[in-house]
């Protein structure tokens, strides 16, 4: 009896230590899993706070798909040759300094962002051209992608060449300024050296935005032919190089200026018609979408709000 209940003593001693080591032993692998499945958890939220993009990117908006871009002429509703090219209009690229400037707040693409779009569009094999590419493009005379983008700056805002163009240069990329003939080195707009600094890289197509940026609609026909004429002309001879193609200041226009602009030998002009459908038949209207597509309000049409 005495040995068994010291048997008994023993073993339940030697109960109580396994009990205690497999307590040990279940709680360590217990805080073990958690440790590990709590970490996982947090790494793939993390993961899905920091892949979440708070904006849609360029090439997932439905002005990027890639979707085969020559339609048939009824699919197109009657555009001859259409082709899907987009055609961004940047005005601004700065950081704006007046909080109250709202027209420039709205107009304007910060650096940053700029870099990130550019980012965006070389990363998914974008290539860039100019808009007097277009019409080369359209009649098959030149390459062409269904991954092709087209930047323009309308204005010729001296921050183009402090901002900008650097990145253009950075990345290898395009982009066609429209300047304003009688703005040319004014405070606020790109001087003479900087534009022929831009023309010399050969990363800069330069585009007439009129003289004094005219609200062509309304004139004589000779007040418009003045602007749209006279603007290429001394363009032509201030930088020795051929201005090919026209932005209609605030993008009004009617039929009368459309014939105004072939007539002085353009060969394409851009519009604020939202769209990103380049044919033929628009070839002197050609579509723009604004930059802001990653915010959503890609085709609001600006009418009246450009400088
Ligand atoms: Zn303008």
Redesign the pocket.
């Known amino acids: 009896m005495i040995k068994k209940s010291k048997l008994n003593k023993q073993s339940q001693r030697e109960l109580l230590m396994y009990a205690l080591l497999g307590f040990s032993v279940g709680a360590f692998l217990f805080s073990c899993y958690h440790f590990v499945t709590i970490s996982f958890f947090q790494r793939s939220n993390n993961a899905k706070i920091n892949n979440k993009p708070s904006i849609t990117p360029y090439y997932e908006s439905s002005a990027f798909e890639n979707k085969p871009t020559i339609m048939s002429a009824t699919q197109s509703g009657g555009m001859d040759n259409p082709i899907k090219i987009p055609i961004i209009m940047y ?1 601004y690229v700065e950081y704006v300094k007046d909080p109250g400037d709202t027209i420039r707040q709205k107009l304007n693409t910060t650096p940053l962002q700029f870099e990130k779009e550019l980012i965006s569009l070389k990363k998914n094999n974008y290539d860039t051209y100019f808009v007097k590419d277009i019409p080369d493009i359209i009649n098959g005379t030149i390459d062409y992608s269904t991954r092709s983008v087209v930047l323009t700056f ?2 010729g805002y001296r921050d183009f060449y402090d901002n900008a163009f650097p990145l253009l240069q950075k990345y290898h990329m395009r982009g066609t300024v ?1 300047i ?1 003939q009688s703005n040319i080195g004014k405070p606020d707009f790109l001087s003479h050296q900087q534009i022929q600094d831009m023309i010399d890289s050969q990363l800069v197509e330069i585009g007439s ?1 009129t003289l004094t ?1 005219a609200y062509l609609k309304t004139m004589s026909d000779s007040a418009a032919w003045k602007q749209i004429i006279e603007s290429k002309q001394k363009l032509e001879e201030e930088f020795n190089t051929k201005i090919e193609t026209f ?1 209609y ?3 009004v226009y009617n039929p009368k200026t459309i014939d105004l602009v072939k007539e002085a030998s353009y060969s394409a002009a851009v519009s604020v018609i939202s769209g990103t459908i380049q044919s033929q038949n628009n070839l002197f209207y050609l579509s723009r979408i604004r930059p802001g597509i990653l915010t959503g309000d890609a085709v609001r049409v600006i009418e009246g709000l ?2």
């Open positions: 005005h309308d204005d429209y304003i935005h940026h932005a200041p605030n993008g450009n400088k």
